[in-house]
Structure formats: C-alpha cells, structure tokens
C-alpha cells in the first residue's frame, strides 16, 4: 500500500515534472505553424494569385487578425479538444491520420526493443561476468561497431544481404505483401490482429515483413544497451556488498541472480527510457527505408510537401509518448528500487 | 612541455586502438582539408555514359547514377559534413560549458530548475526536435549546424554541471575562497580547467553522435540538397538502386560515415581511459 | 602449534597493477587458537587488509597468494576449490567490513539479508530461516520492527549490527573484523565493539580484528600482532606490546599513538628524525607514486631550526588591540529546516588555541566554516579583532581585508589541493591573491613558507597525485600561512592520516603556533589530539556546546555527562600497570 501510494506520488511529480517541457513543445509547434512558414493564410489560399481580400478572410476565418497570445490560447484549447487541423496531402484531420498510422510505428519500436533487449541483456551479462575474455572483447567490439553504423545505411545493406542477394526476405516495402488480404482492423497492431482472427499465413508474412526492420531497429539500440548492462553490473559484482553476499557462503549463482543482477538492471531500466525515446526519433529513417506506413514517415512526407499541421502533430504526439514512457519508466523503477520510495 | 609530450607518447604506446583511432581521426581532418585539391574526378561533374559503374582501378568506389566519381565525392564530402559536426559541437560546447558550471556552481532553485528541464530534454527523442527545427528554420547547412547544436546542448550543460557539481564542496574550492578567489574567478581558473579533460571525452564521443545526426538529416531530404556531396545525401540516393544491385552506392557513404563515427568514438573512449582508468566499460 | 584454528605461514600475495607486479604481503606467519582475540595493527598499505581477504578467498581479481600455506583447523585451505571455500564462508569463518553501509545490499531488507546468510548453510523453511533471523536481529540489538527496513534507513552503527547478525548467522569458529568501527563515531564504536566482543566471548568464537588504532586493538584483543610493509613485525599479548614494545617500528607506533597523558613531544618522541616517508611500502601503489620515496621529508628538527618570519606582513603579536582576536556571539546556521549550529559564542584571544570537539552532526565543521566566512550564518556576530567581519556576506569577503587573517587547513590533504596546479602554485596561489606581491619576493614567499613546512624545494614542481598523503597536508599548512594570517582554523587536519605521520603534522603545527604567535582553532573528533594540541576546549554536540573550559580540567573532571561519555568511549594504549590498576 505504501509502495503504492509512493509510486502515485512519484508518477504526480514526474507528471508536473514535465509539464514545462510539454508546455515549451506546444509553443515549439505553435510557432512553427503560425510564425514560421510565412503567412498561412497566403498558404492555405486557393492559389498564388488568390487576391487580397480572399487572404484577408482566411485569416479572419483562422483567427490570425487577434494578438498573439489569445491565438496562443485558442491554440492550447484546440489542442486540448483534440483539433490539430487537416492535412493539406491526405485532406483527413490530423488526428485520424496519425491514429491510423500510430500502430504500425509502435510495433515496430516495440519489437525492435523486445529483440534488442533478448540479445543485449545476455551478451552484456555475459561479458560482464568474464571481462578480458573472447566473449568480452567480442561483445565491446559489437557495441563499438553498433553505434558507428547509421541506421539507415544497416537497413539498407539488410535489404541488399537478404532480399537481393539471399532472397529470403520479403520485398521491403511496407508491413504486408501489397496483394495479401489485410486483417481486420482491431487493435491496428498487425501481428496482434492475425493472431486475434486466426490467420496464421497471414500472421508469418507480416512477421516476415516486419523482421528487416526492427532488426535495423534492434542494431541501433543494441549497443548503448549491452553497454550499459555489462557496465553496471562489473560496477555492482566490484561492490562490497557483493564482497559481503560471497563471505557469507552464497552459491555464486545466487550472488549473481538475487544480488547483482536486481542491483544491476537498475540503471538499465533508465537507459531503456531513454532508448526508446531516440526509437521513437530514428523510427523516421527507418520507416523511410522500409517504406513503413507508420507516423515517421507520414510526418516526413508532410515535411516535404510543406504541410505543416501533420509535423505539429507529430510533434505532439511524440511528446505524449514520450511522457507515457517515462512514467512507465518511473513505475517500474519504483517497483524495483525500495530507495526511491523512502526518502 | 616537453615532459607532457613525453606523457602523451607514453600514454599513446599503451594504447594501440586510441593511437589508430587518433591517427585515423587526423588523417580525415588533413582529407577534409585538402578536399579541393586532392579528389581524383571532379565530384560534380556527370557523365552518364559512364553511370553505375562497379568499382574499379579507375573508380575506386565506383560511379552513380549520373556517372560521377563516388570516390570522390566521399573526399568532397568529408569536408561539408566534417564542418557541419565540429560546428555544431563547438557551438554547443561553449555554450554548454559555460551555462553548465555557471548553474552548477551556484547551486540552488535555478541549478535544480535546469538539471530538471535538461533532463527532460534528453530523454525527449531529440532527432524529432532537430527535424522540426530544420523545418521551420529552412533547409540550409547553416540551420543543421543550429539544429545539431540545439539538440547537442542538453549533454554539455547537464556534463558541465554534473562535474562541477562533485567539485563544487571539494577542499580546493574552498581553500581558494580562503584564498581570496571570488566566484568567477573560481569558476574561470579553477573549475573549467579541472572539467576540461572530461569534456574532450565528451566532444570526442558527440562529434560522432553529431555526424550521424546531420547525415540523418540530410538522407530525409533536410538541410543540404544534391547535388553538393554529402554522405546522407549520397545514401539516400544510392538507396533507389539498391534492389537493383548497385551496392557500392550505398555502402560507400554509408563506411565513410562509419569510419568516421567509430573514429571519434574510439578516440572518446580511450581518452576516457586514459583519464580516468576506473571508468572503463 | 597444532591446535591452532587459522594457521598462516610464510603468505606472499602480490597484485599485479599497471606499473607492474605488487608484493602486499610478504612472508606474512600468524596463528590464532580456539577462542583467541588477536588484533593485527598496521598502517595504511601494511598488507593487513590483504591478509585477510586471502583467508577467505576474497581477493580482488588482480590479487594472487604466491606462496605460503594457510591451514584452518590443520586442513589446507590455501588453494580450495570454490566448492570448498563456500562451505568454509559463514560457516566456518566470516567477515565484518568496513564501511558497514555500502557492504550491505541496498535494495534488500535487512531482515532477508540476514536470512539469505542463514539460508546460506541451512535448508530450512522460510518460516524457520525468519524466527532464526529475529533471533539474530535480537542478539544485536536492533528491534524486530526493523526487519524489513533497508540500509538506508539505518544509522552506520545499525548497518554494522546488521553486517555482525550476518556474520554469526550460522555460528561460525573464526571472525575477521576488518576496520569495522572505522568511519563510525566513538560513542558508535565503543557500542558496537562491545557487542561484537561479547557476542564472540558468548559463541566461543575466535576474533581477527584488523585496525589501525591501537587503542582499539588494546582494548578488545589479549594479543596484538604489528604488521609492517607485508610482514609480522612483533607480536606479544597486548599489555606487554605497549609497555615494553621491542621492535623500532612498534616502538614508533607505540608512540604516535596519543594516550592520556601524552604532550606532543611526545608523539614524535626519539624516533623522529628516523620516520619513514609517509605510506611507505603500500600495498597498491600507482606508478606515478613510485618515485617519491626516494625523496627524505625533512625531518622536523631541522624544521624547528629553520628561522621563519613572514616577511612584510604585520607582526603577528602587534595587533591594535588587546581584546580577543576572535569573538562569535550566538551563531546560527541551518541547512535544509534543519539546525547545524545552534546559538554557538566563542573568544579566541591572540596566540590562544581553542580546541572544538564533536561527533559527527555536532556541527564543527560548520563552525570552522563559518568562522572562516566560508558560509554565512542565518544569525549572530562574528567579530575578528574588532571588526564585525560577519556582516560581510560570504561571497565578498574574499576581497575584504581579513580574508589573509583568516586562513584555514582542511580534513581531506589530498581533496584541498587543486589537481591541476604544481605544490608551488597551490602555496603560491593566495599569496598572488592577497598580497600580490612582485614575482621573485613571492617565490622567496613560497619557498620560506614550504620550508617552514618541511617540504624540500624540489617537491615543489609536483602536482598533488605525486605527493604522499603527509606531504599533501605540509603544503596544506604552507599554503594557508604563507600569507601569514593570524588565526588558524584547523579543520581535522590529521583525520586521513595514518598515526605516524598524524604525529609528525601535530608537531609541525604546534611548533608553527609557538614560533609565530598563531592563534588555532582546531576542529577535531579526536580528544586527545585536541587536548594535546589546544589551551581550552569546546565539547559540541548537535550544534551546541555542552561544555567548555581547559583541557585539562575537563579531562581530569568532565562536568556533561555527554563529555563523560565521550571520554569513556575513546580506547587508550594503556601500559600494562594502568591496565592492572
């Protein structure tokens, strides 16, 4: 009870916490909108040529004739009513483009996270536990190696590796085969909905797409993860406590499972925050790459057709899972560290 | 000096990997240099009668789709996104170092204040920022530069605070009040100076992280525009031929970028060594 | 010796570092019977340490036994498998650390950390393991409603009875005690070293205590084995070792350690001119340390000859007038809500030395600090010589004409000096602040003040890493009065410094307060350093001062209980007549 009362509290905190940052990103978007590009209503007039007094009712009709700040407000309460306008490329509102195209990025950054946390946990704890040796040196170079290698160029020599040159990969466009039968939209997650329908065939083809690019994904974060975990732990088994666990006579199993891997997997626990935060930025590239139909890409593809609601609300969005994942971070911390709810 | 040259060649012998690494670094410094003078092709010319050509002894790496030396290019390139890195890092170094042990000096509201917002802005997926920057600022070098060194500064204030910070109370800090140093002076002559190495870790190992960025950015089609020759650039447009099978324009850019991310990296990491020996991960 | 439990002979362990291999202990005998209590003493980088962890198999990775045996209950155990050596752990022979807080797991309750040590050779339920965890919770007295607290949440010396219920969890024959009250006030001490011997006497066990206080080591063990760059130097029952010590080194030992009676001539006694430099034969010494003891300190008699008059600077004596040098009246300063000094007064007359007296948390160094306007006070007056000093604000008095009176020396030598000057810029640094004076006077300055100090010229050009922990604290002092001020505050100056050299600094600074008229106030935890080196004394506790008055009166008759008690708790090195008397 208390633990939950203190994680409660330490979820408030973190909330207000970030509440600057999630104010200084609207800002952020709202001047990118409104002051940046030039006039919208020139923008959104019907054509180079529109004439003045049709400029001058657009921006009547969008408010742009009041004083800045009451614009701000009008901003934050369309914002706060789930308005962020239409894009100008699809001629839908905002909010249902990016809700349609959220599942896909974020099945992507999740199984890209899964695989590189399966792989990256044991070679950290395995080179941890033998420093010096082969599977040491062999895991440090992995790590050095992993961060030099741009995202985009890993994804595209997989491509080259096994879909040109091996052949066993899919064609690297998209997240199903373009004449394969889409599922049911349910959750919108497509390995979820095979599943849920039944579809067996259709669940191996869209893991089968799916593979290539969360590897790229995985490679990416995999490094600062193994680093990370092999670091904390060769700081946790040099600690005196650990020294104390071994005087006692604990199996050496035991010291390492219940003492230093718990006391480890601490700070991991925040790099994983912050690496699927940077997921969330490097998603862009890859799903450039991939083709992949998730909100990277669409916010790009506004991006450069100077449509600028759908970047505004990218922008936001990412903000707001960015905030989700922290508190999730802070729960779980919370839950693995008596410290923090001491105080 | 001669003594500290003498530490430097002492300490580069015991450490193989940071001297190759070190060397390799210079040797991408002097190519990016002399770029203009030394690339075997003009790295603009086109001449499609020879494009996509494999690598050969002529084109080491191979021509484009415009049949322009890639060879080349990448030595052309080197310079732009070599400029681009250590612009923004310098930028936002010396913003970074100054705001940094200014807040962690004084301690108090303020100091926490920042610590929380930069903390924050760290965990914020930054590459988003740098993408929504460049758009609204306009797609010119000079706002990548801007935009990596916004989205870089966040680790200069929160390093520059953290090790003034541990310093802050120590005994020599205090005997230099007793010893008549005000504040700024002590911050000047005392603190920057102690933090100084640590940052060159930190440069060392952001130039990297720094070239990444931009050349992320310019592969999504923001900042620089072909046909300047830039490493994003030139993977972005080697990518359309790689189902076909034309590998070399992709993979080309796509090592020099990591030779020279793993450079500055690998620097970063032994001079950390070299520091502080404890610190080896 | 048959019947010995723990038999070493001729242990060599060596470590192997970046400038090379290490000898720690070399050629190291010992035993210890059934029951005994033996103490191993030495200073820092003697191989105490060592020894133990390579009992136990404990070692650090870099550190091997080379040669030697060492036998428990006559089996060798000197190269037991792992199997082996985990059966032996807690079972047959465990530990007690030093700096109980982070030796204990910080994310698991105490009350399942003890458990995990009796789980560790028991196989018994969970319920079991429990009720025999509150057993033990019992014996060391902490109350069972503490059992799922975690470290944190406990004082150092709770820590270090929980680190006590786990090392007799499963009734072991042997207990190492490595520096386990070390970091721990003395009041702290004395409670948990009782109990740990009482619990040992209670279990029949037997007790290796390693310590540098030989106070401590007289007081809770019958024999005392002196140990001295990786060897046994002397070792004799403990009455006898202290009265009639045979051994040069123990000799010294002996006397460094201050006792009741001791002055400070006393500390350095004959032995001084032959004291080695400082942390010779360290165990796990860096490379660039190597080369400096090849350099004599010079000893403090040719230190006394040496005529030192700091050169235009007023006359210390000569002051304007004769009122107290120094005056507080009612200091307060709180951090965070809470009271770190409360309604503190003190007078220092010129050339008068005030000792002040605490535990941690009795806010002494918060009064050095303030007194020294390092920090401001939340209220009261700070008068220096007339001047009402404490209404300049902290942060300006750097450029107030006081701030070269003032001069303090602090705890840590190593920590007070900038890593990135040479000794001769760290002396030389308020000098160009304060006095700025022309470039070869100060230099003259420098090398006076250094020489004053007993630093030879050529350690001037080192930075601090390549300096000795006693002479990081010698350019400590030389730099805090080559300006030449009038009071010195003394805040700890000796507490990270091993016995001996501690002897010769007090030494330094008594000679240095004689010959120029100094006036001291000096921080300590240590009573009879303070007494030894101050006219009167301040006892603090919490942030008030519960007693004050001159040494002697108050060590020959406390008025506080508080001081009574401190006096108590502070083991001597008492020659054996005083022991039997």
């Known amino acids: ?343 | 000096m001669n003594a500290t040259l003498r530490h430097a060649a002492w300490v580069l012998r015991g450490n193989p990997v940071t001297t190759l690494a070190a060397a390799g670094a210079l040797a991408m410094i002097v190519v990016a240099l002399l770029s203009p003078w030394i690339t075997p092709f003009d790295p603009v010319a086109s001449n499609v009668s020879n494009a996509l050509q494999p690598p050969s002894w002529t084109h080491w790496a191979g021509t484009d789709q415009l049949g322009r030396d890639i060879f080349s290019r990448l030595i052309a390139a080197a310079r732009l996104d070599l400029a681009i890195a250590a612009s923004a890092v310098g930028l936002s170094f010396a913003a970074g170092a100054v705001i940094g042990s200014f807040c962690g000096y004084r301690g108090g509201r303020l100091d926490r204040a920042v610590g929380r917002m930069v903390d924050v802005l760290m965990a914020f997926p930054l590459f988003v920022l740098a993408m929504a920057l460049v758009a609204a600022l306009g797609n010119r070098v000079e706002n990548i530069i801007i935009a990596t060194a916004i989205i870089n500064l966040p680790f200069y204030i929160r390093f520059a605070r953290a090790e003034v910070n541990v310093r802050r109370n120590a005994g020599w800090v205090e005997a230099a009040r007793a010893g008549g140093d005000g504040h700024a002076s002590i911050v000047l002559r005392f603190l920057l100076p102690n933090i100084l190495p640590n940052m060159a870790v930190q440069i060392s190992l952001n130039l990297g992280w720094a070239i990444l960025n931009a050349a992320g950015l310019s592969f999504l089609g923001l900042g620089v525009q072909a046909p300047t020759p830039e490493w994003g650039i030139m993977v972005a447009e080697g990518a359309r031929f790689i189902s076909t099978g034309q590998w070399w324009l992709v993979t080309f850019p796509g090592l020099a970028l990591m030779l020279a991310v793993l450079c500055f990296n690998l620097l970063g990491d032994g001079l950390r060594d070299i520091l502080d020996p404890r610190m080896r991960t | 010796m048959s019947g010995a439990l723990l038999q070493v002979e001729d242990l060599h362990v060596s470590f192997s570092t970046r400038g090379g291999m290490v000898q720690a202990v070399r050629g190291l005998s010992l035993d210890i019977a059934p029951g005994g209590t033996l103490a191993i003493v030495g200073e820092s980088g003697s191989g105490k340490s060592v020894t133990a962890y390579a009992v136990t198999q404990l070692l650090d990775k870099a550190g091997r036994i080379v040669r030697g045996r060492i036998r428990f209950r006559g089996q060798d155990i000197t190269r037991a498998g792992a199997a082996q050596m985990k059966a032996l752990r807690g079972a047959a022979i465990s530990m007690v650390f030093q700096s109980p807080r982070t030796a204990l797991n910080p994310i698991r309750s105490i009350g399942r950390q003890i458990m995990d040590a009796v789980g560790a050779h028991q196989a018994l339920p969970r319920a079991a393991l429990r009720a025999r965890a509150l057993e033990l919770l019992e014996a060391v007295r902490i109350p069972a409603a503490r059992f799922d607290a975690y470290p944190e949440e406990l004082s150092g010396g709770m820590c270090q009875r929980v680190m006590i219920a786990m090392a007799i969890a499963c009734d072991p024959a042997l207990l190492i005690a490595d520096e386990p009250t070390t970091g721990l006030d003395v009041t702290t001490q004395k409670a948990v070293m009782d109990l740990l011997t009482r619990l040992i006497a209670e279990r029949r066990m037997s007790l290796i205590l390693i310590t540098h206080d030989l106070g401590l080591a007289a007081r809770y063990c019958r024999e005392v084995a002196v140990m001295q760059q990786g060897v046994v130097v002397e070792r004799a029952p403990a009455g006898t070792l202290f009265a009639r010590p045979q051994h040069p080194y123990t000799c010294k030992l002996v006397a460094a350690s201050p006792t009741l009676t001791s002055t400070v001539a006393d500390l350095v006694g004959g032995a001084a001119a032959s004291l080695p430099p400082e942390g010779e034969g360290g165990a796990k010494r860096r490379k660039g340390d190597v080369a400096m003891d090849s350099v004599p300190v010079l000893s403090t008699e040719s230190v006394r000859a040496s005529p030192f008059r700091p050169c235009g600077a007023p006359s210390p004596s000569g002051g304007r007038n004769e009122g107290p040098l120094l005056e507080a009246h009612n200091l307060v300063k709180r951090y965070a809500g809470a009271t770190a000094v409360g309604d503190v007064s003190l007078d220092l007359r010129r050339g008068e030395s005030l000792g002040v007296v605490g535990e941690s948390g009795s806010g002494k160094s918060t009064l050095s600090r303030l007194v020294c306007r390092l920090i401001d006070p939340d209220g009261g007056r700070i008068l220096f010589d007339g001047h009402d000093i404490g209404a300049v604000a902290a942060r300006d008095f750097h450029a107030a004409p006081q701030r070269r009176d003032i001069q303090i020396v602090f705890q840590d030598p190593h920590d007070s000096l900038n890593p990135r000057f040479s000794a001769f810029d760290c002396i030389a640094h308020p000098l160009r602040r304060l006095l700025k004076p022309a470039e070869n006077d100060m230099r003259r300055r420098v090398q006076e003040s250094a020489e004053r100090c007993g630093l030879s010229p050529d350690l001037l050009s080192r930075f601090p890493h390549q300096l000795s922990g006693g002479q990081k604290a010698r350019v400590g002092i030389a730099r805090a009065i080559a300006v030449a001020p009038r009071l010195l505050v003394l805040d700890e100056p000796t507490a990270a410094l091993d016995v001996s050299v501690q002897a010769v600094v007090l030494k330094l600074l008594d000679d240095l307060r004689r010959d120029e008229g100094l006036a001291f106030l000096f921080v300590s935890h240590d009573l009879n350093v303070v007494r030894m080196m101050c006219d009167r004394i301040i006892v603090m506790r919490q942030g008030c001062v519960v007693e004050e008055g001159p040494g002697q009166e108050i060590f020959a008759a406390p008025k506080a209980a508080y001081t009574r008690e401190l006096l108590a708790a502070i083991p001597h090195v008492e020659p054996e007549p005083a022991l039997a008397g």
Not at chain 1, 169 to 193: E, H, N, Q, S, V
Not at chain 1, 206 to 226: D, H, K, R, Y
């Open chain 1, 1 to 343: 009870m208390a633990l939950l009362h203190s994680i409660g509290r330490r979820v408030g905190k973190r909330l207000v916490a970030s509440l600057p940052a999630l104010l200084g990103v609207v800002v952020f978007t709202f001047l990118l909108m409104r002051v940046l590009p030039g006039d919208p209503a020139a923008f959104f007039a019907s054509g180079p040529n529109a004439g003045q007094e049709e400029i001058d009712e657009l921006r009547r009709q969008l408010g742009l004739d009041r004083p800045i700040p009451e614009q701000l407000v009008r901003y934050l309460y369309d914002i706060a009513t789930g308005h962020l306008g239409r894009s100008i490329t699809t001629g839908q509102p905002v909010v249902r483009d990016l809700a349609d195209r959220l599942p896909a990025s974020l099945e992507l950054s999740l199984c890209g996270l899964a695989l590189a946390l399966v792989l990256a946990l044991p070679l950290g704890i395995a080179a941890a536990l033998r420093p010096g040796s082969p599977v040491d040196h062999g895991v440090r170079f992995l790590c050095t190696l992993g961060v030099c290698v741009p995202t985009f160029v890993s994804g595209l020599l997989l491509i080259y590796a096994f879909y040109v040159v091996a052949g066993i990969a899919p064609d690297p466009t998209g997240r199903i085969d373009i004449f394969a039968a889409p599922p049911p939209d349910i959750t919108g997650f497509l390995l979820i909905d095979f599943l849920l329908v039944g579809d067996l065939a259709g669940w191996r083809a869209a893991a089968a797409q799916l593979l290539l690019p969360a590897i790229t994904m995985a490679l990416f974060v995999l490094a600062p993860l193994a680093r990370m975990t092999r670091a904390s732990l060769m700081a946790v088994l040099g600690s005196d406590f650990i020294r104390t666990a071994r005087s006692i006579g604990l199996a050496s199993w035991r010291v390492v499972m219940v003492y230093a891997l718990r006391n480890a997997l601490l700070p991991v626990l925040t790099i994983v925050g912050i690496v699927f935060s940077t997921m969330l930025g490097a998603n862009v590239l890859v799903e450039k790459v991939f083709s992949w139909p998730g909100i990277g890409s669409y916010a790009l593809d506004a991006l450069v057709a100077s449509d600028y609601a759908p970047v505004q609300g990218f922008v936001l969005l990412i903000a707001a899972i960015f905030v989700v994942v922290n508190l999730t971070i802070d729960v779980l911390y919370g839950i693995a560290d008596p410290r923090v709810s001491i105080e």
